[in-house]
């Protein structure tokens, strides 16, 4: 981003899954009361601060319902900082590294409920119990009316207290959520002045997180496809839209979420 310059980054998702990825990657239906349905909104502000600096913040919203577990809340607030670290001398070409670190807003905690002789989970989780920490790769490379960009991320989670049990019968454990790894890869095309379309691919992976020091069997994998459109409304002003296309998956819905982002700049 140019230095002086600020963007603000208005964005919304939301899907409604009929089927999702067991721990082994097969596919299973919803069954009975069950649903996997999550609209997610989010702000994010970044400022140029100098030509090779940028820093910003933001926070998303969830509400919705995995399986059993059901609710609305703010997640984990983030902070972000950004640096060009090679850039060529037409400027079509760039790598930058990135920070990042998260902070525990969201709600951590394990909230059960007994049915049939079984516990069920019944709130929906929104954050971590302690900082997150990540770090990214992120590059871009455009020749004509095509753009490249893609990126890698590692996120470290910091273990931390949360309340688990049913209603006043809560106990406090040590969660440790497991570490995480992120790619992503877009391919752009410029159709008009104020249109581009391209496609994207993402990946995804989240070790299992552990309770009290045992492994919960709930490591998170998806790969899943995404086109994409962004118009320029006006010099100031973006719509970007997406959707997400599964391929594979291990412990998350088999959904088509519909992204979409305004983007705003300002000085």
């Given at each position: 981003?140019?230095?002086?310059l600020?963007e603000l980054?208005?964005?919304?998702?939301y899907f409604?899954?009929?089927?999702?990825?067991d721990?082994d990657?097969?596919?299973?239906?919803?069954k009975?009361n069950?649903?996997?349905?999550l609209l997610?909104?989010?702000l994010?502000?970044?400022?140029?601060?100098?030509d090779?600096?940028?820093?910003g913040a933001g926070?998303p919203y969830?509400s919705?319902?995995i399986?059993?577990s059901?609710?609305?809340?703010?997640g984990d607030?983030?902070?972000?900082?950004?640096?060009?670290?090679?850039e060529n001398q037409?400027?079509?070409?760039e790598l930058a590294f990135?920070?990042?670190?998260s902070?525990?807003?969201?709600d951590?905690?394990?909230?059960l409920?007994?049915e049939?002789?079984?516990?069920?989970?019944?709130?929906?989780?929104?954050g971590?119990?302690?900082m997150?920490?990540?770090?990214?790769?992120?590059?871009?490379?455009?020749?004509?009316?095509?753009?490249l960009r893609?990126?890698?991320e590692?996120?470290y989670?910091?273990e931390?207290?949360i309340?688990s049990g049913?209603?006043a019968?809560?106990?406090?454990?040590k969660?440790?959520p497991?570490e995480?790894?992120?790619?992503?890869l877009?391919f752009?095309?410029?159709v008009r002045d104020w249109?581009?379309a391209?496609?994207?691919l993402d990946y995804?992976?989240?070790?299992?997180?552990?309770?009290d020091?045992?492994?919960l069997d709930?490591?998170?994998?998806l790969?899943?496809?995404?086109?994409?459109?962004?118009w320029?409304?006006?010099?100031?002003?973006d719509?970007?839209?997406q959707?997400g296309?599964p391929m594979?998956g291990?412990d998350?819905p088999q959904?088509?979420p519909?992204?979409?982002v305004w983007?705003s700049?300002?000085k």
């Open positions: 981003m140019p230095d002086h600020s980054r208005t964005g919304l998702s409604d899954a009929r089927q999702y990825y721990p990657g097969g596919l299973i239906g919803l009975g069950q649903e996997w349905r997610t909104a989010q994010d502000a970044g400022y140029g601060l100098l090779w600096m940028e820093a926070i969830y919705g319902k399986l059993r059901e609710g609305n809340n703010l607030l983030y902070g972000y900082a950004r640096f060009k670290i090679l037409a400027k079509t070409g990135q920070l990042k670190a902070f525990p807003t969201g951590a905690d394990l909230d409920r007994l049939k002789k079984h516990y069920f989970q019944e709130n929906l989780r929104t971590d119990p302690s997150d920490f990540f770090g990214a790769v992120l590059g871009r490379w455009s020749f004509k009316k095509f753009a893609g990126g890698f590692y996120g989670r910091l931390g207290e309340k049913m209603t019968l809560e106990n406090v454990v969660f440790d497991g995480s790894s992120a790619f992503n877009d752009l095309y410029q249109l581009g391209g496609a994207g995804y992976r989240q070790a299992e997180n552990k309770l020091g045992q492994g709930d490591e998170i994998l790969i899943q496809f995404r086109p994409e459109a962004e320029q409304i006006n010099p100031d002003n719509l970007l839209v959707l296309v594979e291990k998350q959904a088509y519909i992204i979409l983007k700049r300002f």
